[in-house]
């Protein structure tokens, strides 16, 4: 079901190690989930009691450190393969893949907070088929190894961070022009590009005194849905066979049906829905919520309280230093499942693996 799911997604899969093009993975893929279901009974006899669960082998019961690479990790029983959700997993960065940024008078507005490489690479080939030699993904010797021109137009790392945005104190006597409600901005967070917007200016109280800041939120998911109806020049963008509102992530996991989205697929994460799916019209544009029935945990303080405040991304700037002096953001990991020829009863759905937030907040005495 996975190497369908690769071969839907991608231009090209491997199996064995043997890589080959779009058509010809998918008919072997079909050829060889017909073969395996003539011994798949016996099979999953063999091993369903290794997974514990009834809905083995799609599903598999599993300790929370484990599945996020927490000094342990995740065996499929059937297959011998790691499952890998690097969440937690520890890691040093080599040499050459360091993330830098650039902060300077010279660059002007681009000088305050802004990548210039991310993982050692000015920008991400991966995400725009038509900067694959050959069709596929695997075929880059680096993320960042592509020549840009023409219909390959990968992601360019020249976003802000969400740590500040020109202040008031920088550029001219008046500060950079522009830089107040209504004023949208791209951003990275974890390497996916989203689009952020100044909602509005507000105040609050520190020590008695009045402070002054900017409200930033999320604006839309910056996803490639170029040419999805295929009437223009290059392939279809990755995210044009996905589900609404979430961001392909399997061209950095060998082709793994692995999405990003809002926690929970809230709808109220994002001020601009409609944006973040402008230009999607195939039969795989449905809402994640019509295939799943997903509730939320009750009873504790974390479970309970700011919901659905919490899925927000919100960023407090101060407007003269251009700081974030409290900001958070959440995101949620996604599998997604589809019927193959052995489980035919499973729907085509986004299976939520974990969320995340991300939190910071001055000290008042900062």
Known sequence: GALLVAAQMMASCSIGGLSMDNTRCRSIAAALMVQVGKFWPVLLGTYSAAYNTSAAPVFIRAKVRDVLNYQSTVTDPMLKIDITFPALRDSTTPAGQETSMQMS?????????????????????????????????????????CNVGGTCQPLQFAHYTQAAIPGNNFGTERGFSGWGPGKKYPIVVDGVALEAIIKGESDELVNGDKLRYLEVRANKIMRRLENCDGAGNGAPGIDCETPLSTAYQGHKLSGSPVFASSPMFSTVALEDVAGTNAGHNSSSAYDPLTRISLERCTGNSWCDEGRPEKFRALLKVEPETGFTFEGSIAAQINIRIVPDAIHTNVNDALIPVYWYLVEKKAEEDD
């Open 105 to 145: 008078s010279r660059f002007g507005e681009l000088g305050t907070s802004v990548y210039v490489r991310y993982d050692g690479a000015v920008h991400d080939c991966r995400v725009d088929k038509d900067c694959w030699p050959g069709g596929r993904v695997e075929a880059l010797s680096t993320p960042g190894a």
